[in-house]
């Protein structure tokens, strides 16, 4: 099946500090999604993109598909504390269910004040 | 609108035995994903029922099965318990009608297996 290799599997940053976290493939995804999981809770979607090369921005998240849609990444900009979490990628099968994703192992951001 | 609600939250069992999940999604929602979350495997897809119906499955054995109810909810169970099922168990409504890949994820279900 899928696999998607996440990157770095954790960071440990200043407050106010840039982030940046990426996701590769060795198979093509037409949709990349990113997640973030609080402590105890499910994962919310942060930024969702349908489209190579597309960059969206939502708030201080930036993501970005890569053109040959294997791999995206996430910046986070001035992070604050409340930024921490485990942050995840996560992509459809391309010609399977948009519910049935595949998951990346995730980046635990530790944001230090 | 009221979010998805997994029921129990937190639950021990030992091996051998059985188990029930339910969840409970987004009033209107119809699809109910579910996904294993594991420290060693991360996240990963179980089932997902549309209008009753399951419409995928994922590389899950058959101890592992699902249902849903006329008005949406579902319920997961695992029987003849093994200590690798300690997971936490989410739950994700959808519409069911995009492919925007956005899902509503519950807050979970904790399972022990002693």
């Known amino acids: 099946g899928q696999q998607l290799n996440q990157s770095p599997q954790s960071m440990f940053i200043q407050e106010g500090e840039d982030v940046s976290m990426n996701c590769t493939s060795s198979s093509i995804f037409n949709t990349w999604l990113w997640y973030k999981q609080d402590p105890g809770e499910g994962p919310v979607l942060l930024i969702a993109l349908y489209k190579a090369g597309e960059l969206t921005s939502n708030g201080r998240l930036t993501a970005q598909f890569g053109i040959t849609r294997k791999d995206s990444f996430l910046n986070i900009s001035a992070s604050i504390p409340s930024d921490v979490g485990i942050y995840f990628c996560?992509?459809?099968?391309?010609?399977?269910?948009?519910?049935?994703?595949?998951f990346g192992s995730g980046t635990q951001l530790t944001v230090l004040p | 609108k009221a979010g998805v609600t997994q029921t129990p939250r937190y639950l021990i069992k030992t091996r051998g035995q059985q188990v029930t999940l339910s969840c409970s999604p987004i009033s209107g929602h119809r699809s109910v994903s579910w996904y294993q979350q594991t420290p060693g495997q991360g996240l990963q897809f179980l089932f997902e029922y549309f209008s009753e119906t399951q419409r995928n499955k994922g590389n899950f054995p058959g101890r592992f099965s699902g249902r849903q109810f006329s008005n949406s909810r579902s319920e997961m169970n695992v029987s003849t318990l093994e200590l690798g099922d300690s997971a936490l168990y989410l739950c994700?409504?959808?519409?069911?009608?995009?492919?925007?890949?956005?899902?509503?994820f519950g807050e979970g279900s904790r399972l022990t297996v002693l």
């Open positions: 994700a409504s959808s519409s069911g009608t995009t492919n925007t890949g956005e899902l509503f």
């Open positions: 996560a992509g459809p099968p391309p010609s399977g269910s948009a519910r049935q994703l595949t």
